[in-house]
C-alpha cells in the first residue's frame, strides 16, 4: 500500500459543524472516512448536511474517478462520543482560545492514545492551544481554507510540545484525503498564508476608505489580472517569469526600489539587502528545478488557457469575458447563408479546424472523438449555410443526429490544420443525408470520412416536425446540384462483419 | 456594429518592444491590428516575435472562435515613423519618469490630433506624465499585466488634464481587443491593482527574510489555497460567502478583530468604525446583485471545479494533485483483467461514466462527439481487461479503430451517469469488431449504440501487424463466448439511404 493508502483514518472525529467544521465532515465522508461530529447546535446536523451536499454536487463534477464508498456521517451529543474509537480527531470551533483550550483538552482525556489531534485554527498558537492538554505532544495546527471540501492547501503548524510523530501523522491525513499539507518551519501569529492574505485585505480596506475604489473594483483588479495567475503559481515564480532570462536578481535589482515607493500604506518593508537577495534568488533557482525562462513561459500559458477556459463553462470572470469576445469574432465572421450566386455543383468546403494539443491521446494522435467533433462542426457550418441560424433554433426547430459512420484512414498530429467537404445524398421534409470528408489541409490527404443522416426536429416537444419551407428549398437546391457528383466510395456500406474470419 | 467592433483601431504604434510592448503587440496583432513598432535595441524585433510566437501557440489553445486574419507587425525606426497614421498609441518604455515624459512629448507632437495616447507604467502618476505633452488631454495611463496577450486586466487612470474622452477611447481600444478596462475613479500611487500585489509581496519578503518560508512554500501557501479562489473571485466577494447567510456585516464583525492582531508586519490599519463598515456592506450588497450565499457558493464550487479540472490538464499545482489523488483511487479500484472465473457468456460492463457539464452543446444536451468519446473510453476499459496495459503500449502494439457506426436513440443530460456494454461479434489476429451499448444507469434507457471495427497495428511501422497470442486468445475466448447471444439489431447495417425520398 502507498503512503496515500496508509494515511487513511478508518474514522475521524469533528468538533464543531460551522462552515469549517461541516467543509472537513465533507471531505472526509467523500474520500470514504467515517465522520463522528460533535456541535452544541441542536440545528447542526442540518447545516452539515446542506455542506455535504454541496460538496457531493461538486465531487460529481471534479472527478470520474471510482472514489470510494461515501463515509457515514453520525452526528452525537458529546466530546466523548465523538472521539470514542476514532484514529484522528480535528477541532474547529469558534475562535476563542479559552473555548478552543478547554474543548481540546477534553479531547485529549477521551481519546485512544495513539490518537492525534488537529485544530482548524486560523491564527491562535498552537503552543497556547495546547497548554491545558494531558498529552500535549499530540496537537496540531491544521489550517484549512474554505470551501474545505475542494481547496487543497492545509497549513501544519506545531507547537513547542507538539512530537515530530505528530506533525507526521496530521500531513498523512491531510495528504490521504487529496489535500496539500504545507508543514510550516516556525509558529507565528497568523501562519503563512493568512499573513499574506491579510496584508491584501487590510491594503484592501484602505482602498474602500479612501475611496478610491469599491469593492467590485478592488475584486476585478484581482481576478481579471494576477488573480487568474495565483491560481497555479505564486508571486514568486510568476516574478522570476518577469525577470526574464536574466532571472531573479535581475528582477529583484529592476523592481526592489518600488518598496520605497508609497504604493501601499504598508510601509513597513523589509531592508532589501545582499543577503535576503541571496536567499530568494537562491530559493528561486531550486523552485524553477532547471526549467529554463521559455519553459515556465509556456507551463505559465497553458495554465492561464486552461483557467480561462474552465471559468468560460460558467461564463463568470475572465470566462465570461472570453465567451463575450469569442461571440463577437463569431458574429463578424459569418454572413456564410448560402446566396443565388454561390458555386454548389461542387462538395461544399465550410469548416476549417487545427489539431489541438489535447485531443491527442497516448497513441501520439487525435483521439477518435475528436474527429466526430470536426465533423460536428462541420455540420454545424453547414446548418448555418442553409439559414439555420440562432433565431432559427430559439425557435424550437434543430437538427439532430440521428446516426453516423465514420471511417478513419489516417491519423491526424497536434497542429496540422484540417478541412472539411460536405456532400448532400439526400433529404426530405425532415431528414437530411450528407456525407463529409476530412482532409489535412496542403497536401489535401483524406484523413477520415462520416456518413450522418439527421432529423428535423421540435427541440421543445423532442420529436420528428418539418423544417421551414426556406431551409429544406436550400437543402433540396443543394441535394439537386449534388446528384451530378459520383456517391462517394465509402456511402452507404456496413461494417464489414464478414471479411472477419473469427466470427460465428 | 457593436461596440467591440468600433472601438478596434485599424493599426497602432508600439513604443518600446520589451515584455510588456512586445506582450502588447502580441495582443494587437492577434486580435487583428496592424501594429508599428519602436524600440531603441537592435535586438527588439528578435523579442517581439518570440513573444507573438508564444501568444499564438497559446492563442490556437485558447479559442475555435474564427479570429480576423492577423495585423501585421512592423518594427520601425523612430517614433515618428511609428506614430504616423495609427489610430492608437501604447507607450511601454523602462519606469523613468524623464524617460517616459520625453517620448509621450514626442509621440504627441508626432500624432494625428485625434490620437489617444496609453502609457504601461505600472506607478508613475498620469499627472506627471503628461506634463510635456502639447495635447496632455489625450493621455492616459493604460497598466496592464502580464503576459499582457493573456491577462484581461488593464487598469486606465486619466491625469488632472486627461480629458474624460480619452478615458472612453482608451477603454474602448483595450475592449476590442479582448480586455478588461478597470477605469480608475482617482489617481495614486500604484493605482490599485499593484497596491494589492505590493502589499501581499512586502509581507511575502518578511516571511522569507525571517526564514518562516521558503519562497516554493510562500507560492504554494497561495496557489493551493486562496490563488485558485482569487482567479475568478476577488476577496470581498469570497469574504461575503464565508460569512455565510447573515452576510456581510456578519463577516465584518467576526473577522474585523483580527485586523488588530499582529497577523502581519503591515500594522498600519484602518479604523474599522461604523461607517467604513457601511460602505463595504453596501457595495457587497451591490456586487451580490441579489444572489444568495447558496447561490453563491455553487457558482464559487464550479468555477474552483473548471479551474482545478483545467489545472490537471497540465498536472500543475492543484490539478497536479488532483490527477495524484484520482490515481490512488483507479488503483485502488481496478486490477480489472480478465480472469478464468469471469462470467463472459454477457456483454460486458466495463465502463461507467457521467454527463460533464461542458459535454453539453447549445441544443442543452451532450454534443454527439462525447458519445464517442464514452464509447471509446469503454473500448480503452475493454483493451485493458484483455490485457493490453501500459508496459503492451510501450513495446508498439495497439488496436486502432477503423470504422465505428454511432446510432443515436435519445439524449443524455448534464449530470447523468452512463454505462456502456460490449458484445464482441467477430475477430482474428488482427481485426476485432464490438458492438457497444450506452444505456443510462437507473432506468436502463438505450441511449446509444456504436458498431466499431478495430485493427492491431505497429504503432511505431504505422501498419497492421497480429496482436500477442495472450491478447487474441483472450478476445477469441469472449467472441466464442458472445456467439451465444443474439446480434445486435442494429449491427451490420448501412445508414438507410433508400429511406430517404428526397434523394436521387
Chains 1, 2 share one sequence.
Not at 426547430?397 to 484512414?409: A, F, K, P, Q
Amino acid at each position: 500500500m502507498d503512503e496515500h493508502a496508509t494515511g487513511r483514518p478508518r474514522a475521524v472525529a469533528l468538533l464543531g459543524g460551522g462552515v469549517i467544521g461541516g467543509g472537513w465532515a465533507a471531505r472526509f465522508v467523500l474520500n470514504g472516512v467515517d465522520v463522528r461530529l460533535h456541535d452544541p447546535d441542536p440545528d447542526a446536523a442540518r447545516k452539515v448536511d446542506a455542506t455535504v451536499d454541496n460538496a457531493r454536487r461538486a465531487y460529481r463534477k471534479l472527478t470520474l474517478a471510482p472514489l470510494p464508498a461515501e463515509g457515514a456521517l453520525t452526528v452525537v451529543t458529546s466530546v466523548e462520543e465523538a472521539v470514542a474509537g476514532v484514529d484522528f480527531v480535528q477541532e474547529s470551533a469558534p475562535e476563542r482560545e479559552d473555548v478552543k483550550r478547554a474543548l481540546l483538552a477534553t479531547a485529549c482525556r477521551a481519546a485512544e492514545p495513539h490518537v492525534v489531534i488537529g485544530s482548524s485554527t486560523s491564527g491562535l498558537l498552537p503552543s497556547r492551544l495546547q497548554a491545558d492538554m494531558e498529552h500535549a505532544e499530540r496537537l496540531a495546527v491544521g489550517h484549512p481554507f474554505n470551501p474545505v471540501y475542494l481547496l487543497p492547501l492545509v497549513e501544519v503548524c506545531g507547537g513547542e510540545r507538539t512530537s515530530p510523530a505528530t506533525l507526521q501523522r496530521a500531513a498523512a491525513v491531510y495528504r490521504s484525503v487529496g489535500m496539500w499539507p504545507l508543514v510550516l518551519r516556525k509558529e507565528v501569529d497568523g501562519f503563512v498564508a493568512d499573513r499574506l492574505l491579510e496584508a491584501l485585505w487590510r491594503e484592501a480596506l484602505w482602498l474602500v476608505r479612501d475611496d478610491v475604489a469599491t469593492v467590485q473594483e478592488i475584486d476585478d483588479a484581482i481576478r481579471y489580472g494576477a488573480g487568474l495567475r495565483w491560481s497555479f503559481m505564486g508571486t514568486f515564480l510568476t516574478y522570476r517569469i518577469a525577470g526574464g532570462e536574466a532571472g531573479m536578481r535581475h528582477f529583484m535589482a529592476q523592481f526592489g526600489p518600488a518598496l520605497r515607493l508609497p504604493w501601499t500604506k504598508l510601509m513597513d518593508v523589509p531592508e532589501l539587502d545582499e543577503a535576503l537577495i541571496d536567499k530568494i534568488v537562491t530559493q528561486s533557482d531550486e523552485q524553477a528545478g532547471g526549467r529554463s525562462i521559455r519553459q515556465l513561459e509556456e507551463l505559465r500559458d497553458d495554465c492561464l488557457v486552461a483557467v480561462i477556459q474552465g471559468l468560460r463553462t460558467h461564463r463568470f470572470g475572465a470566462g465570461a469575458l472570453l465567451d463575450h469576445h469569442e461571440r463577437a469574432f463569431l458574429e463578424a465572421s459569418h454572413p456564410m447563408v448560402m446566396g443565388d450566386g454561390d458555386d454548389i455543383s461542387r462538395p461544399l468546403r465550410l469548416h476549417t479546424a487545427r489539431v489541438l494539443p489535447e485531443w491527442v491521446d497516448y497513441n501520439g494522435h487525435a483521439h477518435e472523438s475528436r474527429y466526430l467533433q470536426v465533423f460536428g462542426d462541420a455540420s454545424d457550418a453547414f446548418f448555418r449555410y442553409v439559414g439555420i441560424d440562432a433565431a432559427y433554433l430559439a425557435a424550437g426547430g434543430s437538427y439532430y443526429t440521428v446516426e453516423t459512420h465514420l471511417s478513419h484512414l489516417r491519423e491526424a498530429a497536434a497542429g496540422e490544420q484540417l478541412h472539411v467537404t460536405t456532400q448532400v445524398l439526400g433529404c426530405d421534409d425532415k431528414r437530411l443525408h450528407v456525407f463529409h470528408e476530412l482532409y489535412r489541409s496542403g497536401d489535401e490527404v483524406l484523413l477520415a470520412t462520416a456518413e450522418q443522416m439527421f432529423l428535423h426536429v421540435d427541440t421543445a416537444a423532442g420529436r420528428a416536425r418539418p423544417g421551414r419551407p426556406e431551409i429544406i428549398d436550400r437543402i433540396a437546391r443543394l441535394a439537386a446540384a449534388h446528384t451530378a457528383l459520383p456517391t462517394p466510395e465509402r456511402a452507404g456500406r456496413a461494417i464489414g462483419v464478414s471479411r472477419v474470419p473469427g466470427e460465428r
